[in-house]
């Protein structure tokens, strides 16, 4: 009986880790999504959520008071301090509730590999409070990316890379990885770098304890 490997996975706005998360998924993984888990701790009434509406004020409020994260955005892409203000109230929530989620897939007998998916996994930690087996980085070239984000999201250039300016460069999270995948090119390019990571995982898996 082997435990599930637990890999954290992160990369920079506009990379295409969504992508590859779903690729991930398709061949079995399970993945604790730090966004969704994001969204969740900031429902209303709960700790998080107050103290973003005690340090930003209603205007980050949709009219049902449930906090809009486009607003929200605005605010702290414009504001390091505000950005470090926001992940001060919301990540210890976050991170409990992501090692409890991967506690709970690790007693899930047909569990072989915990993916985390977290975005600021390298501007938090290191992962070691989740005790990750090792780091993936998906890469994407500062171009390739910016003219992802005006497709997606509707940017204009200045607006796309300022976002990108906004966050740790990307070249530094890859130096810190254990597997890159280069997400510069076709879809199909990107699924055989994820298979051939699988494999990789696949043959890593450690006994259960």
Do not use: C
Not at 23 to 34: C, H, N, P, T
Request: charged share 30%.
């Amino acid at each position: 009986m082997s435990r599930p490997l637990r890999l954290g996975l992160t990369g920079g706005i506009g990379s295409g880790k969504t992508l590859v998360t779903r690729l991930l998924r398709d061949l079995g993984a399970a993945v604790v999504d730090a966004d969704a888990i994001a969204r969740e701790v900031v429902a209303p009434g709960l700790p998080a959520y107050n103290g973003i509406v005690r340090t930003f004020g209603p205007g980050v409020l949709r009219a049902d008071g449930t906090i809009d994260r486009a607003a929200l955005g605005v605010r702290i892409f414009a504001d390091a301090e505000a950005r470090r203000t926001l992940n001060a109230l919301t990540h210890p929530h976050i991170r409990r509730r992501m090692a409890e989620e991967g506690a709970r897939l690790s007693t899930t007998p047909e569990v072989d590999v915990i993916v985390f998916d977290i975005p600021l996994l390298l501007e938090t930690t290191d992962g070691r409070d989740l005790d990750l087996d090792g780091i993936v980085v998906v890469d994407a070239a500062d171009d390739v990316r910016v003219a992802r984000l005006m497709a997606r999201d509707g940017l204009t250039e200045d607006e796309a890379r300022h976002r990108l300016a906004a966050q740790v460069p990307l070249a530094q999270k890859v130096s810190r990885a254990d597997w890159v995948i280069d997400n510069n090119g076709s879809p199909a390019e990107t699924r055989r770098q994820v298979e051939a990571l699988w494999k990789t995982l696949q043959a890593r898996r450690q006994p259960r304890h």
